[in-house]
């Protein structure tokens, strides 16, 4: 398969191009400075002159807190970005597959949300999001839009991919006791990413690790047993943290369509989180 990966700097990115790399495909990546997804002109000339059969969407702004003090931005490339790679898609008659986020819910279902449930998002960030969603969906028909979340993986910014790192060098680890998600191994990620692009069914998906989920506190723990880490632990609410974006107390996901197309659930995420671990160290 011919595949356009955006956004290829970034963690899921990379995962991505590893993939698509080792099952061989004919494979066209830009990091961020090489293609601005907010940029119709650039799309439309990149999508023109590489004629992919399928392009997985990778690029974001996922500062969920910059993001409520820079809308403009937010909107430009979390919801614009996703339209104008669509509508790009359609004109040289390429499939499409976006991600999205766990934080199009409010949080206030206990449980996991699936796709019969109703978006509510409570931030910047995640409004952007589900307008990319629905603005990706209504200019091409062919987009498959991936809901995620608490997305883990080597070269990760986030607090779910360096607890090992500070842990080692000393830090106290401050880990949310109430907010819960569940964790997703970036190159499980990317796996069911490219599959989806295989089978070309479009609609919404919701892919994640499987298992019951975590809270941050319950996610550290098992990171650092597993690393054979002893560290210090503090924890606290989210309030305590006064963070300028709100966030869903819960965000689980869990897929209404993915078993009926035939694709396995992903590992479960302690297992997942093993073979994080594994690559982390040995690195």
């Known amino acids: 398969m011919k595949v356009l990966i955006t956004g290829a700097g970034g963690m ?63 909107f430009r490339v979390n919801a614009w970005g996703p339209e104008i790679l669509a509508r790009q898609c359609r004109k040289v008659g390429a499939l499409l597959v976006t991600i999205s986020t766990d934080y199009v819910f409010d949080g206030e279902k206990d449980g996991f949300y699936t796709q019969r449930d109703d978006p509510n998002p409570l931030s910047v960030y995640a409004r ?36 090992v790192g500070s842990a080692a060098c000393g830090a106290t680890l401050k880990t949310i006791r109430d907010s819960w998600g569940t964790p997703t191994y970036a190159r499980d990620l990317a ?15 919701h892919v994640v690790n499987a298992g019951g989920g975590a809270n941050y506190e319950e996610f550290a723990r098992a990171a650092l047993e597993l690393a054979g880490i002893e560290a210090k632990i503090e924890s606290v609410s989210f309030a305590e943290l006064h963070r300028p974006a709100a966030r869903p107390r819960n965000s689980r996901l869990r897929c209404l369509l993915s078993e009926a197309i035939g694709l396995e659930p992903l590992p479960e995420w302690h297992d997942a989180l093993r073979r994080f671990i594994r690559e982390t160290i040995s690195r």
């Open 128 to 163: 952007a999001k589900l307008e990319g969603e629905r603005r990706a969906m209504q200019a091409c028909a062919r987009t498959i839009v991936v809901r995620t979340g608490w997305i883990f993986g080597v070269g990760g910014r986030n607090f779910l991919s360096r607890i």
């Open 191 to 205: 796996q069911r990413l490219r599959q989806l692009a295989a089978l070309d069914l479009p609609g919404i998906y």
């Open 12 to 74: 899921v990115g990379r995962a991505v191009v590893d993939h698509c790399r080792a099952l061989g495909d004919e494979l066209v990546a830009f990091e961020r400075r090489g293609l601005d997804i907010s940029d119709e002109n650039a799309v439309a000339r990149c999508l023109a002159s590489v004629r992919p059969e399928a392009v997985i969407n990778c690029a974001a702004w996922t500062d969920v807190d910059g993001c409520e003090f820079d809308p403009d931005r937010a």
